[in-house]
């Protein structure tokens, strides 16, 4: 439905960062809840960090940014560990 949503209005920050979180939590899940990490953990944290930076491309404010930044950094660093 996120996806679904983005493709109606893909000038809304708000929509894309929702797209990254949801993709970064089911990749943390994944990795949390098995012994290997499942092989699409690296392509949902691609498109969780493909996500994020289209929301920042956006320009959003405040906390959404905050958030969005926050979020980026984590992904970006769990991509160079895996």
Avoid at 25 to 40: G, I, L, M, T
Avoid at 52 to 72: I, M, W
Wanted: with cysteine; charged share 25%; net charge negative.
């Amino acid at each position: 439905m996120i996806e679904h949503a983005v493709s109606i209005k893909p000038a809304d920050p708000g929509l894309w960062y929702a797209l990254g979180w949801l993709a970064e939590f089911v990749a943390h899940e994944s990795q949390r809840r098995s012994s290997a990490p499942a092989p699409d953990v690296r392509a949902l944290y691609l498109r969780a960090e493909a996500a994020f930076q289209r929301c920042l491309g956006l320009q959003p404010e405040g906390k959404l940014k905050d958030d969005a930044e926050d979020l980026l950094d984590h992904v970006q660093n769990q991509l160079a560990s895996t």
